[in-house]
């Protein structure tokens, strides 16, 4: 009769070989079987004789024990192999022994988790042990059967398994002896998991209806609950304490195991009204730290004192609350909620430190960025870093309160920096805008072409002004409001934006037509490029050279009315002084008024004009 070999199906460390599977059920042709198929395991203590067993029972060809080389661990992890000869397709499953020593007693877990794949997968569980083991603890493999008995109560109800306990070269005592006592451990193992669970079920059902924990649990809802902790707790006492007095002549070790299983579900019903409880814990803490903060503000005192005062206290009662609050049967412990309190309390730190930032430098930087002055950045770099700083210095010294350490305090820190930043960013992306900026150089265009420096309007004086210096000088203003928007510029480097927009115009010369093309292009014109030459990498563009271009050739069309009126009014002036002196040398002759009329006329013709296009 030929002998199946067997195959290694889960390796000692509990690694499913699937390639392995794959080839055996080729070799074995067991998918032709269907569903026509049967299954039978074998589990028992090391060295017990399991492989041997199945070997003559099966005829497979599972390695053996060679008992001249010593007794030890031989078959490791889960083999598998073909039942010769027998119908319906039948595998034999040879599971690794219980209580050796190559585990120790503390690696219990792979014989826990491969009797449990063995309830499992197998239709038939061979249970294999000793005779002269029956009656003791470990060797009569009592720990595996509390495993088994546990599981196949809970988990395979509506599917019955086949245990076989097969008891091993048994001497002159008589098999009834050897069957009774065999039944008598596995009936206190059975009757205790069973009666245990029965009575810890009981106990739960009890508790989750008990009219002092429903009060209890709706009262929480509401907000904290004064004395919860205890209350709890000594509901659950009760119920613990009732089952220990009914459970007390079961086996031990499945009552300690039931009553873990009774305090587990117990716990689960009461979690979600301890986090609740906590909660509201965390929600008033929050609330009362912003209030106070908020007083402290309004009254002027000094705010990283009162943090420190401040956090202190809401600590104390947040701890306080806490611990009123703890379940005693429990490991539960507020540390996420703590952490999130401190959380939140420093993100009320920092919302009015960006709020400090914020209102020291956004009206004060959008109204540099309108002022046009040649010093903008630099002004703009020492408001931003003078208040950034003393925020930053002063949250530092708050932060001190929540214990924080140095890179915690670091990231915050570079975030509020962060938010200066971005602010000023922000502003000056906003002050960038085409419209925004045409405006600012109309204006700034009209106040120094029009007025002296004393901002007096020229066109009320008598004297005669160079319009051409005046001019220039207006468009000077102006183009440097076009540089200083162009970018902006965090560090101290030097640039040569508003050079190049100044070469380019207010110094632009046409260009010699008989010069080639090549010569025509980008070159000629840098302001035709869509970057900044030059630039520190800190800089950031707002307008790009061939914005700045067209929105000076806007800016040109719209202010020529006013330079051309300007013009006019001068010209008028002048012929009225010339009308003047040709009066007054008329006047003798009689003919003044015919004269004086029609200057008067063109005077005050264009002064009108003039003003009305300003208005």
């Known amino acids: 009769m030929q002998m199946e070999q067997g195959m290694q199906l889960i390796d000692g460390n509990g690694k499913f070989n699937v390639d392995g599977l794959k080839d055996?059920?080729?070799?074995?042709?067991?998918?032709?079987?269907?569903?026509?198929?049967?299954?039978?395991?074998?589990?028992?203590?090391?060295?017990?004789?399991?492989?041997?067993?199945?070997?003559?029972?099966?005829?497979?060809?599972?390695?053996?024990?060679?008992?001249?080389?010593?007794?030890?661990?031989?078959?490791?992890?889960?083999?598998?192999?073909?039942?010769?000869?027998?119908?319906?397709?039948?595998?034999?499953?040879?599971?690794?022994?219980?209580?050796?020593?190559?585990?120790?007693?503390?690696?219990?877990?792979?014989?826990?988790?491969?009797?449990?794949?063995?309830?499992?997968?197998?239709?038939?569980?061979?249970?294999?042990?000793?005779?002269?083991?029956?009656?003791?603890?470990?060797?009569?493999?009592?720990?595996?059967?509390?495993?088994?008995?546990?599981?196949?109560?809970?988990?395979?109800?509506?599917?019955?398994?086949?245990?076989?306990?097969?008891?091993?070269?048994?001497?002159?005592?008589?098999?009834?002896?050897?069957?009774?006592?065999?039944?008598?451990?596995?009936?206190?193992?059975?009757?205790?998991?069973?009666?245990?669970?029965?009575?810890?079920?009981?106990?739960?059902?009890?508790?989750?209806?008990?009219?002092?924990?429903?009060?209890?649990?709706?009262?929480?809802?509401?907000?904290?609950?004064?004395?919860?902790?205890?209350?709890?707790?000594?509901?659950?006492e009760t119920y613990l304490s009732e089952y220990d007095r009914e459970v007390e002549y079961f086996d031990q070790e499945v009552r300690n195991e039931k009553r873990r299983q009774l305090l587990s579900n117990a716990l689960m019903e009461v979690r979600d009204a301890y986090d609740t409880m906590l909660m509201h814990l965390y929600s008033n803490t929050v609330k009362n730290f912003k209030t106070r903060l908020q007083q402290s503000q309004n009254e002027g005192q000094e705010y990283v004192g009162d943090i420190h005062l401040y956090s202190q206290s809401c600590m104390v009662e947040f701890d306080q609350g806490c611990e009123d609050a703890a379940i005693q049967q429990s490991e539960w412990n507020a540390s996420k909620f703590r952490e999130k309190l401190i959380c939140d309390m420093l993100s009320e730190m920092m919302a009015k430190y960006e709020k400090q930032i914020t209102h020291a430098l956004a009206k004060r930087v959008e109204s540099l960025l309108e002022s046009g002055e040649r010093d903008t950045w630099a002004s703009i770099r020492n408001l931003f870093e003078g208040n950034t700083e003393a925020a930053v210095s002063e949250f530092s010294d708050a932060a001190v309160s929540f214990n924080l350490n140095s890179s915690e305090?670091?990231?915050?820190?570079?975030?509020?920096?962060?938010?200066?930043?971005?602010?000023?960013?922000?502003?000056?992306?906003?002050?960038?805008?085409?419209?925004?900026?045409?405006?600012?150089?109309?204006?700034?265009?009209?106040?120094?072409?029009?007025?002296?420096?004393?901002?007096?309007?020229?066109?009320?004086?008598?004297?005669?002004?160079?319009?051409?210096?005046?001019?220039?000088?207006?468009?000077?203003?102006?183009?440097?409001?076009?540089?200083?928007?162009?970018?902006?510029?965090?560090?101290?480097?030097?640039?040569?934006?508003?050079?190049?927009?100044?070469?380019?115009?207010?110094?632009?010369?046409?260009?010699?037509?008989?010069?080639?093309?090549?010569?025509?292009?980008?070159?000629?014109?840098?302001?035709?490029?869509?970057?900044?030459?030059?630039?520190?990498?800190?800089?950031?563009?707002?307008?790009?050279?061939e914005d700045c271009k067209s929105l000076w050739m806007n800016f040109i069309k719209e202010i020529e009315p006013m330079v051309t009126g300007a013009r006019s009014l001068q010209d008028g002036r002048r012929r009225t002084r010339s009308y003047a002196a040709v009066a007054a040398a008329a006047a003798a002759a009689g003919v003044g008024a015919v004269v004086a009329g029609p200057a008067a006329v063109v005077n005050t013709a264009v002064a009108i004009f003039l003003r009305s296009w300003w208005l």
């Open 24 to 236: 055996f059920m080729t070799a074995t042709e067991f998918a032709q079987s269907g569903l026509s198929y049967a299954i039978v395991a074998i589990i028992g203590s090391q060295s017990s004789g399991k492989s041997t067993l199945m070997n003559q029972t099966f005829h497979t060809n599972f390695e053996e024990m060679d008992a001249y080389n010593g007794r030890g661990q031989t078959t490791k992890g889960i083999w598998i192999a073909k039942c010769s000869d027998i119908d319906p397709f039948s595998i034999a499953m040879d599971f690794e022994g219980t209580d050796s020593n190559q585990r120790g007693e503390d690696d219990t877990a792979f014989e826990k988790q491969s009797t449990l794949f063995a309830l499992a997968i197998a239709d038939v569980v061979l249970i294999n042990m000793w005779y002269k083991d029956i009656g003791l603890e470990n060797a009569a493999s009592r720990p595996l059967l509390k495993t088994v008995f546990q599981v196949m109560k809970r988990l395979f109800k509506p599917r019955k398994k086949t245990l076989l306990f097969v008891l091993r070269d048994h001497s002159k005592t008589p098999l009834e002896y050897l069957k009774t006592a065999l039944l008598e451990d596995i009936e206190k193992v059975m009757v205790a998991t069973v009666r245990c669970e029965e009575i810890a079920g009981e106990k739960l059902k009890c508790f989750t209806t008990d009219e002092d924990w429903l009060e209890m649990k709706e009262a929480v809802q509401a907000g904290p609950v004064s004395g919860f902790g205890g209350a709890v707790s000594s509901i659950l």
């Open 409 to 545: 305090i670091d990231t915050r820190s570079q975030h509020l920096r962060e938010h200066a930043r971005n602010l000023l960013e922000m502003k000056a992306r906003e002050a960038a805008d085409a419209g925004g900026v045409l405006m600012r150089m109309k204006d700034r265009f009209s106040k120094d072409f029009n007025h002296d420096e004393n901002s007096i309007s020229w066109y009320n004086l008598t004297t005669e002004r160079n319009l051409d210096k005046i001019e220039r000088d207006a468009l000077s203003a102006s183009l440097r409001i076009l540089s200083i928007i162009a970018a902006i510029r965090f560090d101290g480097m030097p640039d040569q934006i508003e050079n190049v927009l100044y070469s380019s115009l207010m110094d632009k010369t046409v260009p010699d037509q008989s010069l080639p093309n090549m010569f025509m292009g980008a070159t000629l014109d840098p302001l035709a490029l869509d970057t900044w030459e030059e630039v520190s990498p800190e800089a950031t563009t707002l307008l790009k050279p």
